[in-house]
T-cell receptor, first 111, second 113 residues
Framework: GDSVTQMEGPVTLSEEAFLTINCTYTATGYPSLFWYVQYPGEGLQLLLKATKADDKGSNKGFEATYRKETTSFHLEKGSVQVSDSAVYFCALSENTDKLIFGTGTRLQVFP | NAGVTQTPKFQVLKTGQSMTLQCAQDMNHEYMSWYRQDPGMGLRLIHYSVGAGITDQGEVPNGYNVSRSTTEDFPLRLLSAAPSQTSVYFC????????????FGQGTRLTVV
């Protein structure tokens, strides 16, 4: 079945460092891909999404490109801030009512 | 707009008790769903609904019931709480023409002792 695999955390970075959180997926069709962020004590917020191959989703300085050839959707940010500390979830949907999440990657950014 | 509202935010139950987690949305979304979030397992789908009067099971439905009598509300019922149901529960909604899976509630942290 469909699945999402994320790199294990925590990812610990200094402020202004470059961030990459790896995400790969397995799907039978052509899914839409998502990144969600969960700040401490809060619910999930949609960060960005891409609906077809080679699409690039971007928001708040974060980017991810839908790579069909490598079945990947890695999250990147050029310069992280302390306020980016959160748990990040990669997810996919085969355009149905089900959303399949990865296990989440905790990001800790220190000043 | 309030978006997706979940109540309560925190709850402690004793084994065998029953309770209902409430979820309401004011965006006239057709689709609503419930997930549970457990450490190291991400989010798993419990039940979902594509419209009033229609519900279906997700990945982990055992021990939970849902109903969808109105477009706005999608309550999740725990029939006889077990410690294995200790988790954080999220409700989500979407419309057919809007951002798919763009809206989640703030979550309900449930502890069963």
């Amino acid at each position: 079945g469909d699945s999402v695999t994320q790199m294990e955390g925590p990812v610990t970075l200094s402020e202004e460092a470059f961030l990459t959180i790896n995400c790969t997926y397995t799907a039978t069709g052509y899914p839409s891909l998502f990144w969600y962020v969960q700040y401490p004590g809060e619910g999930l917020q949609l960060l960005l999404k891409a609906t077809k191959a080679d699409d690039k989703g971007s928001n708040k300085g974060f980017e991810a490109t839908y790579r069909k050839e490598t079945t990947s959707f890695h999250l990147e940010k050029g310069s992280v801030q302390v306020s980016d500390s959160a748990v990040y979830f990669c997810a996919l949907s085969e355009n149905t009512d089900k959303l399949i999440f990865g296990t989440g990657t905790r990001l800790q950014v220190f000043p | 707009n309030a978006g997706v509202t979940q109540t309560p935010k925190f709850q402690v139950l004793k084994t065998g008790q029953s309770m209902t987690l409430q979820c309401a949305q004011d965006m006239n979304h057709e689709y609503m769903s419930w997930y549970r979030q457990d450490p190291g397992m991400g989010l798993r789908l419990i039940h979902y609904s594509v419209g009033a009067g229609i519900t279906d099971q997700g990945e982990v439905p055992n021990g939970y019931n849902v109903s969808r009598s109105t477009t706005e509300d999608f309550p999740l019922r725990l029939l006889s709480a077990a410690p294995s149901q200790t988790s954080v529960y999220f409700c989500a909604s979407r419309s057919t023409g809007g951002i798919r899976f763009g809206f989640f509630g703030q979550g309900t942290r449930l502890t069963v002792v």
